[in-house]
């Protein structure tokens, strides 16, 4: 087993997660605690972390709401065989950036050995012992975890690739960075068409020598710590200008939902099995005894209090819908406990049903997640949309509504039937849409 101790960043504001990572208009989530496949990122990835070996770990934090939110999902470690410690509250208001706040954490608690630095608002599959021994065997001060991505259909809306750009030599030392090029400039660096080119990125996780790392930052690193001490703007760039050994190391996998596409895709994904750090997302329906009447189906995942439940009023249960083809299933499904489902002539295609969830009849769900209790009328379309909890969508037959391409809605947002959102849409929580309105490209965080 690799001999690392653990530092977990877990003090960003999430605004680009926005409103998913809002409980309120003015309560903010961490990542690590907004809800993905049934399960919170962070506690997914502190069990990994301690399968893997890991056993302390020191997690830096913010504020009373990013603290006490973080240790309501992990604690100090008791319930998971983790020895578990929190940045000092007097540290963090004078932290300036991720990379200050990791130096700060190492010197208050005197960490000196081999730290694995990682964020939380990212799914991992990386064996870190092979990570460690390539760490070491390279005499490295700082490892990046690295991956790379597809160039292609990965530019923001400024349209500048979404990730910085690890460059290294034939023997993986990092020569430097290229900072969110746009298109022509990424093609001009490869000399290749868009669709060809798939660049090195920063993971954001890091294995770095601590008692090396907190040498610099008391002496040739203290003056920028005043100002400005983040990794990938500050200390990584530094490292490689001067000459200190840095280099890159391949994850297997990697599923960054920092943002609201990339946590849509992170949970399409996660749904067709690709992160073994998930596990199981709940539990298994045996997909094969339906292949005759579901022959899309793949995976499946369902609670037995679910596939019994018969709603008063129904003479069916859920099962027996799917057995009948009342309701289509395609690719891969999590269905959470309690979920209903009205009627027939539903859709759910590669999409997440948090517990308590009400689907219309005749509605259409495709690579979206929606958090509990949302509640969807009849004759609903939702096509790559994330939803927060307690979230209503009306619909009818006369008047149906479209969620599309990137919508995102906040804890107990109201919809009115007939309306329209799509392209990037982001409406914040308890903001109340009315009926047949049309909404493209938008963030609405307070009602006109």
Known sequence: MAKLTGIGLSAGEATRLRPLSLKSDNYQR???????LGTRPLLVTVKDLKRQGIREIYMVTRGKENGSQTRRIIGYGENLGLEIKYSYPESEDRDTGSADATMTIMDNYD????????????LYDVNLNKAYEFHKANNSILTILTTTVPAQNNFDQRGEFR???????KKRRVIGFTEKPKPEKLSEIYGLSLEQINPLVNAGAYILQAEAIRGLGKNELAEMREKRLDFGKDLLPWLVQNGFPVFAFDIDKWGDFGDISGYIETTVRGLNREFKCLGELGEIYDASQIKEVQPKVKNLWIDTETLNFRRKGENQTLEEKIMQGDITLIGNVRIGKYVHIRGCGTVLENSNLDNECEIGECSVIRNSSLGERTRVGSYTKLIETATGVGVRINSSINNPTTCEKMVALGDSVLIGEGSTLKDNTRIWPKVKIPEKSYIEEKTIETED
């Open 30 to 36: 961490s990542k690590g605690a907004v809800h993905l």
């Open 111 to 122: 960490i000196g050995d081999t730290a694995l630095v990682f964020p939380n608002d990212n």
């Open 163 to 169: 990730y910085g750009i690890v460059n290294i030599d």
